[in-house]
């Protein structure tokens, strides 16, 4: 995953931020105190992009063109919720609800197929050959 994030900061700034998970009584508190948490981390203006297996599908391609939509783009956050989930408020509010894949993927390979996904965005973006 280092090596994309090196590749990426050719032509964009990669921050990686893990939050800690929190730790309650019950599921539904840790999201509450999560969200909390991921709100705070946010930027004051940018896009939010939530993930989730319930959110939209886009092919590399789509992914790429939708980003480049974006005014905002130099300033943009993806959230993941934990083991319990993320709260349906975070979502809600997040500019984009983005499913990386129908499967449910443990946080390691999700954050890596991100990063790799990030890669493609920005290859497409400059036009370089790695993606076809």
Same mark, same amino acid.
């Given at each position: 995953? &280092?090596?994309?994030? *090196?590749?990426?900061?050719?032509?964009? *700034?990669?921050?990686? &931020?893990? @939050?800690? !998970? /929190?730790? /309650?009584? =019950? !599921? %539904?508190?840790?999201?509450?105190?999560?969200?909390?948490?991921?709100?705070?981390? &946010?930027?004051? =203006?940018?896009?939010? $992009?939530?993930?989730?297996?319930?959110?939209?599908?886009?092919?590399?391609?789509? @992914?790429? &063109?939708?980003?480049?939509? %974006?005014?905002?783009?130099?300033?943009? $956050?993806?959230?993941?919720?934990?083991? +319990?989930?993320? /709260?349906? #408020?975070?979502?809600?509010? #997040? #500019?984009?609800?983005? =499913?990386?894949?129908? @499967?449910?993927?443990?946080?390691?390979?999700?954050?890596?197929?991100?990063?790799?996904?990030?890669?493609?965005?920005?290859?497409?973006?400059?036009?370089? !050959?790695? +993606?076809?």
């Amino acid at each position: 995953m &280092q090596r994309y994030i *090196r590749m990426i900061s050719r032509w964009h *700034r990669l921050e990686m &931020q893990m @939050l800690r !998970p /929190a730790t /309650a009584k =019950s !599921p %539904q508190e840790c999201m509450r105190i999560e969200a909390e948490l991921l709100r705070a981390a &946010q930027p004051a =203006s940018g896009v939010v $992009v939530a993930l989730g297996e319930e959110g939209r599908l886009f092919s590399t391609h789509e @992914l790429a &063109q939708w980003f480049l939509r %974006q005014q905002s783009m130099r300033e943009m $956050v993806f959230l993941m919720g934990s083991a +319990h989930g993320m /709260a349906a #408020s975070v979502k809600r509010e #997040s #500019s984009l609800l983005l =499913s990386l894949s129908p @499967l449910t993927l443990p946080y390691g390979l999700c954050r890596l197929v991100l990063v790799e996904q990030i890669y493609r965005i920005a290859t497409v973006a400059e036009k370089h !050959p790695y +993606h076809k």
